[in-house]
């Protein structure tokens, strides 16, 4: 068991120095969310018509919608930095000399996958900090609520990163393939729009939205931070994190898995 605690202890302390060291990473991670937040919500209330005179409660109420949604993209960039780093270390080497240690992969590589878990969490309440000095308060003991859920969703995010890793040999194509998990994810959820808004839109989009994983992740976050459940996507969040993690160890088999046509 001290083997174990001590190879964690090294892989997640690695990723947090990394972490701390790499500032631009954490003000990056930080940026994204907030433009949403201040510009997009100013977009919305002028597509609205709303732009002159606004009523208050129309402004901070969709503002109240979306602050799940960026939480959400938080954890997804991250989970995506998290797999370039993988890809990274593989070429530079270090990654396999981890997997060749006499503990299991899977035990590695769900290390590496909470060590990002955690970093993710760190971004997401410092953006709940400035999203609560911005006059979006939720209740207060909904800050400890969603901490479960951010876990959660963390996990089964960072695990897809896990798994696109698995499939990407060199680093330079790894920022295509991001962009094009990244956006359809985003875009195609609820983090922006409540899902009756797109049925009214699209009954195809209404579908892929209503079954993206990471809507479900975005509206376990949303309804725990309200201090509400919702049990379905939890067990969407818990299945498609199972399916993520089982799909990324077996990539990362040698003698299975993606790995094996390297070269």
Same mark, same amino acid.
């Given at each position: 068991m001290?083997?174990?605690?001590?190879?964690?202890g090294g892989?997640?302390?690695?990723?947090?120095?990394?972490f701390i060291?790499q500032?631009?990473?954490?003000?990056?991670a930080?940026?994204? /969310?907030?433009?949403?937040?201040?510009?997009f919500?100013?977009g =919305?209330r002028?597509? @609205?018509? @709303?732009a002159i005179?606004? /009523?208050?409660?129309?402004?901070i109420l969709? $503002?109240v919608y979306?602050?799940?949604g960026?939480i959400?993209?938080?954890?997804? =960039?991250?989970?995506?930095?998290s797999?370039?780093?993988?890809?990274?270390d593989?070429?530079?080497?270090?990654?396999? +000399?981890?997997?060749?240690?006499?503990?299991?992969?899977?035990?590695?590589?769900?290390? #590496?996958?909470?060590?990002?878990?955690?970093?993710? +969490?760190?971004?997401?309440?410092?953006? @709940?900090?400035?999203?609560?000095?911005?006059?979006?308060?939720p209740?207060l003991e909904?800050?400890?609520?969603?901490?479960? /859920?951010?876990i959660?969703?963390?996990l089964?995010?960072g695990a897809?990163?896990?798994?696109?890793?698995?499939?990407? #040999?060199?680093?330079e194509?790894?920022?295509? !393939?991001?962009n094009?998990?990244?956006? /359809?994810?985003?875009?195609m959820?609820t983090?922006?729009?409540p899902?009756? #808004?797109?049925? $009214?839109?699209? $009954? =195809?989009?209404y579908?892929?939205?209503?079954?993206?994983? =990471?809507?479900?992740?975005?509206?376990l +976050?949303?309804?725990?931070?309200?201090g509400?459940?919702?049990?379905?996507?939890?067990?969407?969040t818990?299945?498609?994190? !199972?399916?993520?993690?089982t799909?990324? +160890?077996?990539?990362?088999?040698?003698?299975?898995?993606?790995?094996?046509?390297k070269?």
């Amino acid at each position: 068991m001290m083997h174990y605690l001590r190879a964690m202890g090294g892989i997640v302390g690695r990723e947090l120095s990394r972490f701390i060291t790499q500032r631009e990473r954490f003000i990056s991670a930080l940026v994204r /969310p907030l433009v949403w937040l201040f510009v997009f919500a100013a977009g =919305f209330r002028a597509a @609205l018509g @709303l732009a002159i005179t606004p /009523p208050y409660e129309t402004y901070i109420l969709y $503002e109240v919608y979306i602050t799940p949604g960026l939480i959400g993209m938080i954890q997804l =960039f991250n989970g995506m930095q998290s797999s370039l780093s993988m890809v990274y270390d593989r070429e530079m080497g270090s990654m396999r +000399i981890l997997l060749v240690s006499p503990l299991p992969r899977w035990f590695l590589l769900l290390s #590496k996958l909470l060590a990002g878990t955690g970093v993710s +969490i760190i971004q997401a309440y410092v953006f @709940l900090a400035i999203a609560y000095a911005y006059d979006i308060r939720p209740p207060l003991e909904g800050y400890l609520w969603v901490i479960f /859920p951010l876990i959660l969703s963390g996990l089964m995010l960072g695990a897809l990163g896990l798994l696109l890793s698995s499939f990407i #040999k060199q680093l330079e194509n790894f920022a295509g !393939v991001m962009n094009f998990v990244i956006f /359809p994810l985003f875009f195609m959820s609820t983090a922006l729009y409540p899902l009756w #808004k797109m049925q $009214e839109s699209s $009954e =195809f989009l209404y579908l892929l939205a209503q079954y993206n994983p =990471f809507s479900q992740a975005v509206e376990l +976050i949303r309804f725990a931070l309200y201090g509400q459940s919702n049990y379905f996507a939890l067990a969407y969040t818990v299945g498609a994190f !199972v399916l993520f993690m089982t799909a990324a +160890i077996i990539g990362y088999n040698p003698s299975k898995g993606m790995m094996t046509r390297k070269g």
